[in-house]
């Protein structure tokens, strides 16, 4: 089973600022990776699959980029709903597919 | 447009099993290239796939949980179903039915979600 490890756990950053969330695969993944946000009582939603592909109606500020084992999630320029807890999915090797723990972003 | 929607107990006492619906709008499960998964979420932690559904009727399962594990589809009523047995406190989560986004592996339609406590 490939492990996810996201980081950091928790985020604290203001209005307008670039973030960077990582995500590290223990196992290679090739760009079979995906990201997905969750707000407090929602479910998740995808924002970024094969590592770089925004889904439909996902903000250009959001990005993914990586490949392999190392991944990132980009915010240009964050704005007041992007808080919440960000996932990174793997759908290399399956099954299972995988997560990683995720990482809060706290405004 | 796709929608999912979960149902099933609230509360299930440890040792019993549990069984989910996951009821499709807007899709039919017997449509090419349409799959469908269980994911779950316990308070506070990470997300964890549990099983898959394919149009055709294959079926997958994550392997720490295969042997509890059940899912099946009611083409009639365009549902669904995962079956849990001999459930356990640590089972307590939001259990989400998903579509996957075509036949990919990562999940582009998720239902709301229903929250399951283990509990004597």
């Known amino acids: 089973e490939i492990v996810m490890t996201q980081s950091p756990a928790t985020l604290s950053v203001s209005p307008g600022e670039r973030v960077t969330l990582s995500c590290r695969a223990s196992q290679r993944v090739s760009t079979n990776l995906a990201w997905y946000q969750q707000r407090p009582g929602q479910a998740p939603w995808l924002l970024i699959y094969?590592?770089?592909t925004r889904a439909t109606g996902i903000p250009a500020r959001f990005s993914g980029s990586g490949s392999g084992t190392e991944f990132t999630l980009t915010i240009s320029s964050l704005q007041s709903e992007d808080f919440g807890i960000y996932y990174c999915?793997?759908?290399?090797?399956?099954?299972?597919?995988?997560f990683g723990q995720g990482t809060k972003v706290e405004i | 447009q796709v929608t999912l929607r979960e149902s099933g107990p609230a509360l299930v006492k440890p040792t019993q099993t549990l069984t989910l619906t996951c009821t499709l709008s807007?899709?039919?499960?017997?449509?090419?290239?349409?799959?469908v998964s269980w994911i779950r979420q316990p308070p506070g932690g990470a997300l964890e796939w549990l099983a898959r559904i394919d149009w055709d009727g294959d079926k997958y399962y994550t392997t720490s949980l295969k042997n509890s594990l059940t899912i099946s589809k009611d083409t009639s009523k365009n549902q669904v179903v995962l079956s849990m047995t001999n459930m356990d406190p640590v089972d307590t989560a939001a259990y989400y039915c998903?579509?996957?986004?075509?036949?990919?592996?990562?999940?582009?339609?998720w239902g709301q979600g229903t929250l399951v406590t283990v509990s004597s």
């Open positions: 998903v579509r996957h986004h075509g036949r990919s592996n990562y999940f582009g339609s």
């Open positions: 807007g899709v039919s499960i017997s449509t090419y290239g349409v799959c």
């Open positions: 999915q793997q759908y290399h090797n399956w099954p299972p597919m995988t």
């Open positions: 094969d590592a770089s």
